[in-house]
C-alpha cells in the first residue's frame, strides 16, 4: 500500500474520530433545575394629594373625619403573582402641611371583602410652610406572602385627628411596591 | 418562564456546538462542485457532476459569539443562577447567535459544447440569526430595582429566521486565460420567515423628586414589530399533521411565498500559481405574501400609580372603577394589534474574496492529445468571508494550506478567525474512487475535544459523480 493510501486512510480516519469521539466535559447539565428568574421590580401603586374639601361632605358641606377609597389591583391575581411571587416590600410616604396629625390604615381585602392585611401607622402633624414627611416601610415575607396572593383590593383610610389649629394643608401619598419573583 | 430560560440557554448551548454560513472550506476548491455554490466563477477542472439527491451536500453549522455551555454549567462553580446572570451582564446587544443548515436536494452540471459549465440544482436552507436582546433579557431576569433611571432599550431585539428551497442554475465561463467569470440566478421558494429587526422603545423608571409618586414609569416611542410568513396556519391547531406536511411540501415548490436572487463571482489569475477570486452571494429579495401575520406593539405610555378620588363612589353611588380606566387608557396608548401585512425582506447577501498562491508544479503523463493546465500539489490562500446581519456585516478570515495527495485525494486545513473564536482549525478531506467523489469537511476542530467549551462548529458532506474527459 503507497504512502499516500495510508495517509488517507489515517486522515479520513482522524477527521471522523474527532468528530464521532467529540466530547462534552466539564459541565453538570442537571444545574438547568435550578436555573430560576429573580427579578426585583419596582411598581408605582397609588398616589393622591388630598386637602381641606375632600374631609368634607360634598352634600351637606359638614366635616367628616375619615376619608376612604379602594382601589382593585387586578394585577395581583395574575398568575405570575400567584405562582412565582416570594416577597413583597411596600413602601408609603405622606408629606403632611396640615396642622394636624392623621391616622392612617391601609388594608388589603380578598374579594369577598375579607381583611387579609392591614397597615396602620400615625401621620405626623406638618406645618404648611415645612410639611413633615412620615415613611413607613411593612415587609411581607415568604411565610406571609399569602396575604397578598389573596388580596385583590388596596383600601386607603385617612382619620384626620382635629387640634385647635385650622383645618388647613394638604396631604400628599406616595405608594410603591418592591415586587421580588422566582420564576 | 423557567422552563423558557432552561430551554432558551440548552438552544443557545447547542447552537455553539454546531460557525454558520461561512463555508471557508469549500471555497476556491475547485475539484468540488459545491465549489460553484460559493463562487459561480471559480476555476472548474471538471466535465460533469451529478450528485446523489439529497447526499450531495448536508452543512449544518451554528456559533454563539459570546458564550459556550461552558460558561453556564461549569461543574466547578454550583451557582447557575450567578453564572447565568454574570453571564447576561457580560454579553452585549451585538453579539449573537446563528445556526444555518443547508442540504441540497439535487446537484447537476456539465461543460457545454462552447466549453462553459452549466450547473443546476435544488436545495433546502435554513438559517436563523438572533442578537442578543440585552436589555430586554436583564429587565426579566433582574428587574427595574438595580437599574433606576436606566433606560431598557427594546431595540435590542433584533432577529431573523427563514426556510426555504431553492432553485438555481449558473454558468461559467472562461473568459481568457487570465480571467473567469460565473452567474448564478436563484428562484427562492419560502417555507417560513420570520423577521424583527427595526424595533424601538424604551422603558424607564425615573425617581425625580418632582414626581408626585416615588417612580414614574415610561415607555416611550415603543414599536416592535414581528413579521412571520407560513407560521400561522401552522399554528392554526386545526389542521392534522399530514395536512401541515402537504402544505410544507406545496409550498417547497412555489406554493408559498416566492423570491429571487443572483450570485455572481470571478476568478484572475494573476500569473500561472497566482490567483484572486471573489463573489457576491444571494444578493435576493423574498416577497412574504402568503399566510402572512404580523405582530404590533407600540404607543407610548408614562404613569405614576393610580390616584384615588376620595371619596369612594361616583356621583352614582357605584364604586369608582379605577383599575379598569388604568388599563383602558394603558390599551390606548400601548396598542396591541395584530394585522396581515404583505412584506419583503432581502436574504442575507454574502462576499467572498481571496488570494491563492500554488508551488510544487504537477506533472502529468504526456499526451500529445491533451492540453494540459499547469497545476499545482499545494495552494495556500487568505479568504475574507463576509454576510450582511441586521446591524451590521459579520467577518471571518481564514488562511489555508490546500494539499492534492494524489489526483484522487486531496486535503485543506484552515485556521480562521471569527467572531467566535482565534483558533478555529478546519479540515476537508476529498476523496475519489474512479468517478464517485466523497468529502468531509469539519470546522472549530479544537472544539470537539470539549464542545463545552466551543462557541461554533460545523459539519459538511456529500457524495457525488464527477466526470472528467
Known amino acids: 500500500m503507497s504512502f499516500n493510501k495510508h495517509l488517507k486512510i489515517v486522515v479520513l480516519l482522524l477527521l471522523f474520530s474527532v468528530v464521532i469521539v467529540s466530547c462534552v466535559k466539564g459541565i453538570d447539565l442537571d444545574q438547568t433545575e435550578e436555573i430560576a428568574l429573580t427579578p426585583d421590580l419596582q411598581v408605582s401603586l397609588l398616589t393622591f394629594d388630598v386637602t381641606g374639601i375632600d374631609f368634607k361632605d360634598e352634600d351637606s358641606g359638614i366635616f ?49 371583602d375579607r381583611t387579609q392585611h392591614v397597615v396602620s401607622f400615625d401621620i405626623a402633624p406638618g406645618d404648611k410652610n415645612s410639611p413633615v414627611v412620615t415613611d413607613w416601610v411593612e415587609l411581607i415575607e415568604n411565610a406571609n406572602i399569602d396575604v397578598i396572593k389573596k388580596s385583590i383590593k388596596m383600601v386607603v383610610e385617612i382619620e384626620a385627628l382635629p387640634n385647635q389649629s385650622p383645618f388647613e394643608g394638604e396631604l400628599k401619598f406616595e405608594s410603591k411596591g418592591l415586587f421580588s419573583f422566582e420564576f | 418562564m423557567r422552563f423558557l430560560l432552561t430551554s432558551l440557554i440548552l438552544i443557545l448551548g447547542t447552537i455553539t456546538y454546531c460557525n454558520a454560513q461561512n463555508k471557508q472550506l469549500l471555497y476556491n476548491v475547485k475539484g468540488l462542485p459545491q465549489s460553484l455554490l460559493n463562487n459561480p ?72 459544447n462552447n466549453g462553459q459549465y452549466l450547473s443546476a440544482g435544488v436545495y433546502q436552507e435554513a438559517d436563523m440569526f438572533a442578537y442578543f436582546p440585552k436589555d430586554p433579557v436583564l429587565l426579566v431576569n433582574e428587574g427595574n430595582n438595580a437599574y433606576l433611571n436606566v433606560p431598557f432599550d427594546f431595540s435590542d431585539v433584533s432577529f431573523t429566521g427563514e426556510i426555504l428551497t431553492v432553485y438555481h442554475i449558473g454558468i461559467n465561463k472562461k473568459i481568457n486565460k487570465k480571467l473567469t467569470l460565473g452567474v448564478r440566478g436563484k428562484l427562492y421558494s419560502g417555507i417560513f420567515n420570520v423577521s424583527s429587526t427595526e424595533n424601538t422603545g424604551l422603558f424607564t423608571t425615573r425617581d425625580d423628586p418632582e414626581n408626585p409618586n416615588f417612580y414614574r414609569h415610561f415607555a416611550e416611542n415603543i414599536n416592535i414589530r414581528v413579521n412571520t410568513s407560513g407560521y400561522a396556519s401552522l399554528n392554526n391547531t386545526g389542521r392534522t399533521v399530514q395536512e401541515s406536511t402537504r402544505d410544507l411540501l406545496k409550498r417547497s415548490f412555489f406554493g408559498g411565498n416566492i423570491g429571487a436572487g443572483l450570485d455572481i463571482g470571478a476568478t484572475y489569475n494573476l500569473a500561472e500559481n497566482f490567483r484572486i477570486t471573489g463573489s457576491v452571494l444571494d444578493i435576493g429579495i423574498m416577497y412574504q405574501q402568503h399566510d402572512v401575520e404580523n405582530y404590533l406593539y407600540y404607543g407610548s405610555y408614562e404613569t405614576d400609580g393610580i390616584e384615588p378620588l376620595f371619596p369612594d363612589v361616583a356621583p352614582s353611588d357605584n364604586t369608582i372603577p379605577y383599575w379598569d380606566l388604568f388599563e383602558d387608557e394603558v390599551d390606548r396608548n400601548l396598542k396591541d394589534e395584530t394585522v396581515n401585512e404583505k412584506y419583503k425582506t432581502w436574504r442575507p447577501v454574502k462576499f467572498n474574496a481571496a488570494v491563492e498562491f500554488g508551488f510544487e508544479e504537477m506533472f502529468e503523463v504526456c499526451d500529445y492529445r491533451k492540453t494540459y493546465k499547469r497545476r499545482n500539489y499545494n495552494l495556500i490562500g487568505v479568504h475574507l468571508f463576509g454576510v450582511k446581519r441586521p446591524r451590521s456585516m459579520n467577518y471571518a478570515l481564514t488562511t489555508y494550506y490546500d494539499r492534492k495527495f494524489t489526483n484522487n485525494f486531496r486535503a485543506k486545513i484552515s485556521y480562521t478567525v471569527d467572531d467566535f473564536s482565534y483558533y478555529n482549525v478546519g479540515l476537508l478531506l476529498s476523496t475519489k474512487i474512479k468517478k464517485f467523489n466523497f468529502y468531509l469537511a469539519a470546522d472549530n476542530l479544537i472544539g470537539y475535544f470539549n464542545l463545552a467549551k466551543s462557541q461554533s462548529a460545523s459539519i459538511q458532506f456529500g457524495m457525488q459523480f464527477i466526470f472528467k474527459k
Request: aromatic share 14%; glycine share 4%; charged share 25%.
Open chain 1, 64 to 112: 367628616t373625619p375619615i376619608i376612604r377609597d379602594t382601589v382593585r389591583l387586578e394585577f395581583l391575581d395574575d398568575s405570575y403573582i400567584q405562582d412565582d411571587l416570594v416577597t413583597v416590600e411596600f413602601s408609603f410616604k405622606y408629606t403632611n402641611s396640615f396642622p394636624h396629625p392623621f391616622r392612617n390604615k391601609i388594608s388589603f381585602l380578598s374579594e369577598n
Open chain 2, 41 to 112: 466563477g471559480t476555476n472548474v477542472n471538471f466535465d460533469g457532476h451529478v450528485g446523489i439527491p439529497l447526499f450531495s451536500k448536508f452543512h449544518v453549522s451554528a456559533g454563539s459569539s459570546g458564550v459556550n455551555l461552558f460558561d453556564i454549567f461549569d461543574d466547578s462553580k454550583p451557582d447557575v443562577n450567578r453564572k447565568v446572570s454574570s453571564t447576561i451582564r457580560r454579553l452585549t446587544r451585538n453579539d449573537y447567535f446563528k445556526v444555518h443548515q443547508q442540504l441540497e436536494i439535487l446537484s447537476f452540471g456539465w461543460r457545454l
